[in-house]
């Protein structure tokens, strides 16, 4: 008896000793492969230049000896591609990492700022406390134009056809659950909301023609404010090309977002440390919340046109793809 009443103690001790041991060393094991994530970035940003099948440079870094602040993030979101769980994540980070979070109430997808108006933008950003991300829906902004520091810049986009069609429906339905107010309700017409994808693509409406606001709006976003931005033309696809090269830290996937969050986590850990165990939080609940609502599949004749229009956005598309997978190479990220 007396040995027992000794043993059990011990046999206590080392059941919270094992217990302890299997919580910790998966923690123990991410956190070694985020470490060595951050020597492998190191020694990548050594060598910034990878090779795609057109045999044309691709940088996969942008060129930090460009006077860039690393301390203030620009995150100018594409629409309909992720960016309310990024959002999500960064509100959840903020406090934890001990960084200040500007989310501008500006909502509209299509502004294009001139003369005064973009100075102005840069000023408000170049103003703002360190360490700091600001969002919103605003196509690519020049600070050395207006010779203040250039802030570094993320983005996340997905399929240009899935973006449109996902962006078709949410402007007549909205998301599920969402109690949609009287302005959201009036942005289309009960005809218009009466309307399939495939009635957009074969009746060649204003949301889906070749030559319309939104065919290129993806290229727009990271080609900037200038002229040249503003028609679908195969100069404004490689100028959006060059601002990803040289002032895009990292450009993710929508299809890949957890090796998004674990780019991000390793290239700019004081904003991202812990985003991916975050994700994996509260990610399931987030993916309900934000499934647009009466969402039509497309037939594949509409698909096959539309993509056709969007060539010039798929040229843009495959370029960050085809970036951001060297990138996770050099890291050692797998999904």
Not at 1 to 22: C, D, E, K
Not at 65 to 86: E, F, I, L, Q, T
Not at 182 to 202: G, L, N, Y
């Amino acid at each position: 008896m007396a040995t027992f009443q000794v043993a059990r103690p011990l046999l206590s001790f080392v059941g919270l000793s094992v217990a302890i041991a299997l919580w910790t060393i998966p923690y123990l094991h991410y956190n070694f492969k985020i470490a060595s994530a951050h020597k492998k970035y190191a020694a990548a940003t050594q060598n910034w230049t990878g090779h795609v099948q057109d045999q044309k440079t691709l940088n996969i870094w942008p060129c930090f000896n460009h006077n860039y602040s690393m301390a203030k993030v620009v995150y100018n979101r594409v629409p309909k591609c992720g960016s309310n769980s990024v959002v999500t994540i960064i509100r959840k980070l903020k406090d934890r990492n001990g960084f200040h979070f500007f989310e501008d109430k500006t909502y509209t997808a299509y502004t294009v700022l001139r003369g005064r108006n973009l100075s102005n933008f840069a000023q408000m950003i170049y103003n703002l406390p360190i360490p700091s991300i600001y969002e919103r829906h605003i196509f690519y902004v020049d600070f050395h134009q207006f010779g203040l520091q250039q802030p570094m810049y993320i983005n996340l986009v997905r399929d240009p056809l899935e973006q449109r069609i996902s962006g078709y429906y949410y402007m007549r339905f909205g998301r599920d659950g969402q109690n949609m107010t009287a302005w959201q309700k009036q942005r289309r017409t009960d005809e218009q909301k009466a309307q399939t994808f495939d009635d957009c693509v074969f009746y060649n409406t204003w949301e889906c023609n070749a030559k319309g606001p939104l065919i290129f709006m993806m290229t727009k976003f990271f080609c900037g404010h200038d002229d040249i931005c503003m028609q679908p033309s195969q100069a404004a696809v490689e100028k959006a090309k060059e601002n990803i090269r040289r002032h895009y830290a990292v450009v993710g996937v929508l299809e890949e977002f957890s090796s998004f969050l674990k780019v991000l986590e390793v290239v700019m850990p004081q904003f991202f440390r812990g985003a991916h165990h975050t994700w994996r939080e509260i990610g399931s609940k987030l993916m309900k919340m934000q499934k647009t609502s009466n969402k039509r599949p497309a037939s594949g004749k509409a698909r096959e046109v539309m993509r056709e229009r969007l060539h010039l956005d798929y040229q843009v598309y495959d370029f960050i793809k085809e970036r951001f997978h060297m990138q996770k190479s050099q890291l050692g990220i797998n999904d």
